[in-house]
């Protein structure tokens, strides 16, 4: 086809359609002809068109138009199933999956999802209340995009809401030292060294589920953290390694608890060197339900019924930092892994560990002493955990 001065085009070609828009037209790599998905308004728009498609063939930067046409759904769900992931990572996925991003994206193809409509769909889920679910599923349609356009299926990701992965969670409550106290009387002596390692040692329950007695060493008051058993809504255990390499490692029990942890081992634990540390009267290992009902009883009874069995992790993470002790041994004390946290993890030394368990057990002896001493007629009584 002849161009504006009368020469036919080296490359591509240009034609008016009965409306009256413009189609241009262009032989692919795979040399086959391909019309623009789109129409223009003027010749000499179609003709820009072409001149950019060319330039992109020879950059090597050219994408099949067709290259998108594939179900998000089905593209989305085989994402999840080549990717290695952690039981409950994996589990979290398929359901945020199912119910949030495939009623949105699930009849669409690649090509079909645009930034205005993930826009829309963000905002929209927002507006139910469910900023942190927004987030989290956000961020997994980003990296399910960005693997599309890495495959040449789309050119550009669509999602580019700019912190639209970012999470504005609330700050979580955390308990003090008398509470944590309070809490692990109200457990009763079965449950209670699971209240002390989580606030004064901080362990993810996670962790604490699957610790051994061969994983207790009181002689020199260390416990090794080597696995983690998250429970996944369909009350499997899911045994495997933490949740990051960091999490693998030893942490000091604070003197002031070792007791708890010789009269547990006698009374509670499953026998022999594998035995598991915590189980429940039946001897089964630690299920979150039946700890959960005796959890929130006890969090009613001293005011804090938005406090999570979690949360006491953030306790033992303020009392740590309280000690004195440096970054990279606060890193390796609380099992935390992150890029950042990464330039500057060490291994802790036994003597580190030791630094921040005693200066944990030092508080936990002052709020004893001082609630022991409480004796004055009419002062308010506070009831004080004891070993069983």
Sequence with gaps: MANNSGRRRRWGSVRKLPSGRFQARYPGPDGLLRNAEETFATKGDAE????ETEADIRREEW??????????????????????????????????????????????????ITAPRVRAWRAALRKTGKKTTAAKCYRLLKSIMETAVDDDLIRRNPCRVKGGG?????????ATIEQVLQLADLMGPRWQLMVFIAAFMALRPEEQAELRRSDVDLGKKVVWVRRAAPELTTGERAVGDPKS????????????????????????????????LFVGERGAPFRRSTFGRK????????????LHFYDLRHT??????????????????????????????????AE?????????????????????????PGAAKVALPHRR
């Design 316 to 349: 033992g993470n303020v009392l740590a930092a309280s000690t004195g002790a440096s970054l990279k041994d606060l890193m390796a004390h609380m099992g935390h892994a992150s890029v950042r946290a990464a330039l500057i993890y060490q291994h802790a030394t």
């Design 295 to 306: 959890w929130r009883k006890a969090r009613a009874k001293i005011g804090m019924d938005e």
């Design 63 to 112: 994408r099949d138009p067709n290259a998108g046409a594939v179900n998000f759904l089905l593209y989305a769900t085989a994402w999840i199933d080549e990717r290695d992931l952690a039981p409950l990572t994996d589990q979290l996925y398929r359901r945020n999956l199912r119910l949030h991003l495939a009623p949105e994206f699930g009849e669409l193809d690649l090509k079909e």
């Design 352 to 376: 580190q560990q030791t630094k921040i368990s005693n200066g944990i057990s030092a508080a936990v002896v002052d709020i004893r002493t001082r609630q022991r001493s409480v004796h004055a």
């Design 48 to 51: 820009a068109w072409l001149v």
């Design 245 to 276: 390499k960091a999490g693998k490692r030893a942490v000091g029990i604070p003197p002031e608890i070792v007791p708890e942890f010789e009269h547990h081992l006698a009374c509670y634990a499953q026998d022999g060197d594998d035995g598991l």
């Design 166 to 174: 970012k999470e504005d969670a609330a700050e979580r409550p955390h």
